[in-house]
């Protein structure tokens, strides 16, 4: 409670030098106009509060209502706003001073937050400013969980620094809608919220949220849960989503082109079955060195796994093994290639393993050699047809500077999309009359050096001096500064050749045939299959066998030399026994 709520009349004496304090505090609030600062003067007088620093938003509030009862000459809303101002300009002063600093130090509090007055005074102006100020109260005295509380002020520090003013405006109604939902319905934490009560939340909204703004309204639980996770002291192992940048891995681990960004664990309703995945997660993400894409298709295989079960009252620990094997059989029948429900059941088993070894389960419900498929290599022509690659580099003008030169990366060197987006500054080298590129092969976990067109080289350079981009700095950015997103460079290039009717509009653009085009091109000018391995960077020739779209052409070229010969065909040697009487 305030000092001015306790106070007693003063001393004739005490009142005048009080007074005397006071108008000499209001006349240093020269950013304030004269007429409203008299009125907001007169009004601390009229409650006996001597010093600009003792208003808060209670007396804010009584001030409202002071203006409403008493005939002023001009607006109550310009006196409320030099109300806040004052406030403002007595903080700064209190700011000088270390106590001052410390008595305003952003922390949690059991009292009414009034974000005009907020401890980051440009933060405070940039609401004061604010015409509509319903959603800058709030209420932490509220008979809600003290841990939630806690919580949603956790967050609102986080929206308050949202530069755009729409956007945060509308987050703060959302986030003040979730904070009444979570407290009526009893919410501890916010980081345990479930799919049904993300639904019963879009319930609680008014009837008026719909489209559009309902789905940026909604995203409002994810930022609690990033903001709550990424800020805590200590991993949150409990939360329903744990989003990977909190996490420090090794470059090897990660793609910045596809970044993996969260394991989510809403989607498993068992409870024992989510604890059992988190802590194979933990081991996951912490144990093994496996690359943060691996990790996430693991996980989803296994998350699929447990979802078929959710409505068991037993966990995936407790069921017999036939519901298990009935699961894999089913999965076996599916109609996907031999190598792709490989690695399913590989992922499910290394999953059973983990609980074998933790001492859950006394055995593996299931015999893996049993459910594995005899993998068939299959060879898929996938090389780019010249003609279409001849088109899109007549129209390739038409397309932003940034991608059309990724899109040369692909079509001369053969680089994998997640190299091209993950170039840097001091790939591109000169040296002996040849011009060069070093890439890092994140699928490799290793380093290339290849020879690329002294034109790529040329273009490279120019674009590198244009924009001043550094040795260690990525060529192609994100709108954050980081990698170029693969997924954002496929879609604009399926748009751009659409828009630009490459082969009619009819044209599907695939990184990854170039890397085929680029192989088969070099097998067919002569070069050695082993020269086509180490300029694409594979580990074995069985790879780049599957690369080369021109094998088979070739071997049925050659098969055709062989017969057209009259020397050695079928048909040359049944005419020599007729003409020999044979």
Request: proline share 3%; hydrophobic share 35%.
């Amino acid at each position: 409670m305030p000092a001015y709520a306790f106070r007693v009349a003063e001393p004739q004496e005490n009142r005048e030098e009080l007074e005397r304090q006071l108008t000499q505090e209001v006349r240093e609030c020269t950013e304030v106009r004269i007429t409203e600062r008299n009125h907001v003067k007169r009004f601390l007088m009229k409650y006996g509060v001597w010093q600009l620093s003792e208003m808060d938003y209670t007396l804010r509030v009584m001030f409202e209502k002071y203006l409403k009862e008493s005939q002023i000459s001009v607006s109550a809303l310009s006196c409320l706003h030099a109300f806040d101002q004052m406030k403002i300009h007595a903080m700064r002063e209190e700011m000088q001073t270390i106590t001052g600093r410390r008595k305003y130090e952003l922390k949690y509090e059991n009292r009414v937050l009034y974000l005009p007055y907020y401890p980051k005074l440009e933060v405070a102006n940039l609401f004061a400013k604010a015409r509509d100020k319903s959603n800058l109260v709030w209420d932490f005295t509220k008979k809600y969980e003290r841990n939630l509380k806690q919580q949603i002020f956790q967050c609102l520090n986080r929206i308050v620094t949202i530069n755009s003013t729409w956007e945060r405006k509308e987050k703060l109604t959302a986030l003040q809608y979730l904070y009444e939902y979570c407290g009526q319905m009893g919410i501890v934490d916010l980081e345990s919220l479930t799919l049904k009560q993300e639904a019963e939340f879009v319930e609680y909204l008014p009837p008026g949220i719909s489209g559009k703004r309902l789905k940026r309204w909604i995203v409002i639980i994810e930022l609690c849960r990033k903001t709550l996770f990424l800020q805590a002291d200590q991993i949150h192992w409990h939360a329903q989503v744990w989003y990977l940048e909190r996490f420090h891995f090794s470059r090897e681990r990660v793609n910045p082109s596809q970044m993996v960004e969260r394991i989510s664990f809403l989607e498993i309703n068992q409870e024992d079955n989510k604890t059992y995945l988190k802590k194979y997660m933990r081991y996951a993400l912490g144990i093994t060195d496996m690359a943060l894409s691996s990790i996430r298709n693991r996980f989803l295989e296994i998350r699929n796994l447990l979802q078929t079960f959710d409505g068991e009252d037993k966990s995936i620990c407790e069921l017999p093994d036939e519901e298990i094997q009935a699961y894999l059989e089913k999965l076996r029948k599916k109609d996907v290639a031999e190598k792709t429900f490989n690695s399913q059941l590989f992922n499910i088993r290394h999953f059973f393993n983990f609980l074998l070894v933790k001492g859950y389960i006394q055995k593996i419900p299931f015999q893996y050699e049993l459910y594995q498929k005899k993998e068939n290599p299959v060879h898929h022509e996938r090389s780019v047809k010249e003609e279409v690659c001849e088109e899109i580099l007549s129209k390739l003008y038409r397309f932003p500077e940034p991608l059309r030169l990724m899109f040369l990366h692909l079509w001369c060197a053969g680089l994998r999309c997640s190299e091209v987006c993950t170039l840097e500054g001091g790939a591109y080298e000169w040296k002996n009359g040849d011009a060069w590129i070093k890439v890092y092969q994140i699928k490799m976990k290793t380093y290339k050096r290849i020879p690329i067109p002294e034109m790529l080289y040329r273009l490279m350079k120019v674009y590198i001096e244009k924009y001043q981009i550094q040795p260690e700095e990525y060529l192609f950015k994100n709108k954050n500064g980081g990698a170029y997103c693969y997924a954002t460079f496929r879609i604009q290039m399926l748009r751009l050749c659409r828009e630009n009717q490459i082969a009619g509009g009819e044209y599907l653009f695939k990184s990854h045939d170039y890397r085929h085009a680029v192989a088969t091109e070099y097998y067919e000018s002569g070069v050695s299959i082993q020269a086509v391995r180490d300029y694409l960077g594979h580990d074995y020739e069985d790879m780049t066998r599957q690369y080369i779209d021109y094998m088979p052409r070739r071997l049925d070229a050659a098969n055709e030399e062989f017969f057209d010969q009259q020397e050695e065909s079928l048909a040359s040697g049944l005419m020599k026994g007729e003409r020999n009487g044979e």
